[in-house]
């Protein structure tokens, strides 16, 4: 049982089906929104980096549909482990017209940095969790975000969407799954423009404002 179930045509099939629900839920969901120019910057489809937290995943296609709401045409791209896990997620992404890019912020990366450069450059945006695939949780432990950035030149939006109540799975990453009809709250910070060669110096104050991005988003759901 446990091999079909790892099977990538069942797996496929599972990541289809996760795909369709949160496509669903997120739709009913009563959403409050504090942006800071993130929306407008996808509507206009101007290239940017979107990072949040591994455990707000699956609520964070709501960022896309107010992109879509607000005249975005194009989906983007998002960076996923090349393990079997990833694989699904990037399966389930698709169902929001995101396009996978393989690799790691912190184990054999460079490819996954070059893709994601040439991805920016064409004027793109790109969705990547900061502290995937394994943890810890809530850490940027590798400097490869900052590095894209500086490489790139695009700007930096830390997010978080954050819905009450929800499914916390008992995994490394507490992830929240969303229900339907809930309540919920996106925020992105204040675009943050990270300098050439200062990926690395830049580390701290990108994980301060993801951790300021999903406190305020808790905070909303109370």
């Not at 996760?18 to 409050?32: C, H, K, N, P």
């Not at 992109?67 to 079997?84: D, E, F, K, N, W």
């Not at 054999?108 to 695939?133: C, E, H, N, Q, V």
């Not at 975000?145 to 695009?154: C, D, H, K, R």
Request: aromatic share 6%; charged share 20%; glycine share 12%.
């Amino acid at each position: 049982m446990k091999g079909w179930l790892k099977s990538p045509r069942v797996q496929a099939a599972l990541a289809g089906a996760m795909g369709r629900y949160l496509r669903f839920v997120v739709r009913t969901i009563r959403w409050q929104v504090e942006d800071h120019g993130a929306i407008a910057a996808l509507a206009r489809e101007e290239p940017g980096i979107f990072a949040f937290w591994h455990e707000t995943l699956p609520s964070m296609p709501v960022l896309l549909m107010k992109a879509r709401q607000a005249g975005c045409a194009h989906a983007g791209y998002i960076l996923v482990s090349r393990h079997r896990d990833g694989q699904f997620v990037g399966h389930a992404m698709g169902r929001f017209g995101l396009l996978p890019i393989a690799g790691s912020t912190s184990r054999g990366g460079a490819a996954g940095l070059r893709a994601m450069i040439r991805a920016l450059r064409s004027g793109a945006s790109i969705a990547l969790t900061p502290d995937g695939p394994r943890g810890p949780r809530r850490v940027v432990a590798a400097a490869g975000v900052g590095q894209l950035a500086a490489l790139s030149g695009a700007p930096l939006f830390a997010c978080a969407a954050f819905t009450r109540p929800a499914i916390r799975l008992p995994s490394w990453d507490r992830m929240r799954i969303p229900l339907p009809f809930t309540h919920g709250a996106l925020v992105c910070r204040p675009a943050i423009s990270v300098p050439r060669g200062a990926g690395e110096a830049m580390m701290p104050a990108i994980g301060s404002a993801l951790q300021e991005a999903i406190a305020a988003a808790e905070a909303r759901c109370r």
